[in-house]
């Protein structure tokens, strides 16, 4: 089980040992974003091929939150790491190294607003341990859509 360190570090076990960790620095508090549980409408494509989800109302950012664990150690989501691995440390068209990848997330809470959340992943070095770290920013807040997602 992970704990967090006085710098909003996750640690899922040794510092010495090299896999894959996550930190998070958000200008919305993750525990908010749970506990209001957001229904996803909309994402970019590469969201859904991350994740694996499909765009249906019962998804929820709690559940998306689910592949950025904050209890347990980032390295276990297999599926995650190999999608970001590919994202990330692979050169792109232009023959560099991707640096961040990012998810426009529309969510709709529950008195019908639509909220659009900025989800970025970065890749960082910290000392021999590669680390994602994860910034989820309100982008804007929109009126009620015409369309009924209950």
Do not use: H
């Amino acid at each position: 089980m992970g704990s967090t360190n006085n710098k909003g570090i996750k640690v899922g076990g040794s510092f010495l040992q090299d896999y894959f960790k996550i930190f998070y620095r958000s200008n919305t508090p993750m525990l908010l974003i749970k506990q209001k549980k957001f229904g996803l409408i909309e994402a970019n494509e590469s969201f859904f091929k991350l994740t694996g989800f499909t765009r249906s109302k019962k998804n929820s950012i709690s559940s998306i939150m689910s592949i950025f664990p904050e209890t347990q150690p980032f390295y276990q989501n297999k599926k995650t790491i190999d999608f970001l691995k590919q994202k990330l440390y692979s050169k792109n068209k232009k023959g560099s190294k991707n640096k961040k990848i990012e998810f426009v997330l529309t969510c709709k809470q529950k008195d019908g607003k639509l909220f659009d959340v900025l989800m970025s992943i970065t890749p960082l070095q910290l000392w021999k341990n590669k680390v994602y770290q994860v910034l989820l920013s309100p982008i804007q807040k929109r009126e009620t859509d015409t369309q009924n997602f209950n």
